[in-house]
């Protein structure tokens, strides 16, 4: 058999971003045998990691995972059903053909490992942290995993009662052929196994989070480069910033909590949310700087700049009274004020001010706010209307993938499986598409 390390699956960004995908959709299982999985993420997917690593070299993927790993895996683990089921099946099919092979001994480990992958209880696995996703750690991983699949294996076998693992190490001779037969075999049985009905809907949205995810982390990357060309400082710069803004948005996330403004939901949202308004204040803040010779908005680009959100919504809310007799202006106005009553956690006001907002302007980052936040609402079907005009409004391939995304999770979520998988497949075929071409980025996010 071909070993992982004579193809271009071994190459560090692609196994980077196999094992953090991995990771994401089926917990340190998932992390431990994705960075082995060469095609876990499929194709299309791995084409767009490939392609940003002959780009930016192999640390792309490091990259990707520094630039928002904590995000890709909330969206992932929200949005796709928990997969590690399958990665374990696939484990366990491709253990026993190895063994089947094998005529060097060492049945116990074989033994073990099948008794504890085939068993329906919850792996005794350690969690995976990010400083593990790094090439130089993969194959480490893949081993301690696999010393603790044996150790629980043989404590089930033997009803051991203790609640401690007893650990053993693996064999040179046993590691070594493993090295060089299991990886294709775990391809093969992975591919045979992703496509059941039980896994095939939940990783197909899968994969498409990880496309928009990586697209959108991935051209921050491009841009970031771009402006290191232009100015050495941008990046400790922006970093600066980004802790600054996450630092005020904790603040104002406890206090929506003390107020009692947090739902259970929203607490297990809080760090992907964190992250989105942390990118929705600095839009916002670009667009007041390109007003700043006004003097309002000079006033609340610097009440936002302080973290006074207090101060800025009370200055935008008289803002919004004052202009509703200047039609041209309101909608902007309603929709900025949305924004701010987000970055307080206050989506109730943030839904009916992106509401107003659309129902005055039909612009579609008007919609997409509005259709966010009703899903946020448990709106459903003020959602999914808005998102049915998106699609039809939208140009650019990447929305158009993104909007079909928040269709087909707004569907299955009011049981219209139907219609929940055509828009899936229509979003997958514009991204495989559009790796043809160049594709745009999308103006509006996927929901998590």
């Known amino acids: 058999m071909t070993s992982l390390r004579s193809n271009s699956w071994a190459k560090p960004a692609i196994r980077i971003a196999a094992a953090g995908f ?11 045998v994705g960075g082995w999985l060469g095609d876990a993420l499929g194709g299309f997917a791995a084409d767009l990691v490939e392609k940003y690593a002959e780009k930016f070299g192999d640390k792309a993927a490091e990259k990707l995972l520094d630039l928002g790993a904590d995000s890709l895996v909330e969206k992932l683990k929200e949005s796709a059903p928990n997969l590690e089921s399958a990665y374990r099946d696939a484990l366990r099919l491709s253990l026993a053909e190895v063994h089947s092979h094998f005529s060097g001994g060492f049945d116990d480990w074989f033994a073990n490992w099948n008794f504890c992958l085939a068993a329906s209880v919850p792996l005794d696995l350690l969690p995976i942290h990010a400083d593990q996703l790094v090439p130089e750690k993969l194959d480490d991983l893949f081993r301690l995993t696999l010393e603790r699949l044996d150790a629980q294996g043989a404590a089930m076998r033997q009803k051991s009662l203790s609640l401690m693992l007893e650990c053993r190490v693996l064999p040179t001779a046993l590691l070594s052929e493993l090295n060089s037969q299991l990886p294709e075999c775990l391809a093969e049985n992975f591919r045979a196994i992703i496509v059941k009905p039980e896994y095939e809907e939940g990783w197909k949205q899968a994969q498409l989070i990880f496309q928009g995810y990586a697209n959108a982390a991935l051209g921050r990357i491009d841009e970031a480069t771009q402006k290191i060309d232009r100015k050495t400082d941008v990046l400790p710069q922006m970093a600066e910033d980004t802790a600054a803004t996450r630092k005020m948005l904790e603040r104002s996330f406890d206090i929506a909590v003390q107020e009692g403004r947090v739902t259970e939901r929203q607490l297990e949202e809080k760090n992907a949310d964190i992250a989105r308004l942390t990118e929705e204040l600095r839009k916002l803040q670009e667009q007041l700087a390109t007003r700043a010779s006004e003097p309002a908005e000079a006033r609340l680009s610097d009440l936002l700049a302080a973290g006074n959100l207090a101060g800025a919504l009370r200055l935008k809310t008289q803002q919004v009274e004052t202009r509703r007799s ?123």
């Open 22 to 32: 991995g990771a994401a959709v089926a917990g340190p299982l998932g992390g431990a």
């Open 326 to 448: 200047e039609a041209e202006k309101l909608p902007r106005d309603l929709f900025e004020l949305g924004t701010i009553h987000e970055l307080r956690f206050d989506w109730p006001s943030a839904f009916a001010a992106h509401r107003e907002a659309w129902r005055l302007e039909r612009n579609p980052e008007y919609g997409f706010k509005y259709a966010y936040t009703a899903q946020r609402q448990n709106r459903f079907s003020e959602a999914i209307g808005v998102y049915e005009v998106l699609r039809r409004m939208y140009t650019n391939p990447a929305d158009v993938a993104g909007t079909l995304n928040n269709l087909a999770i707004l569907y299955r979520a009011t049981q219209r499986m139907k219609e929940a998988e055509e828009a899936y497949r229509e979003a997958l075929s514009i991204y495989v598409a559009s790796w043809r071409k160049p594709i745009p980025r999308p103006t509006s996010p996927m929901l998590p």
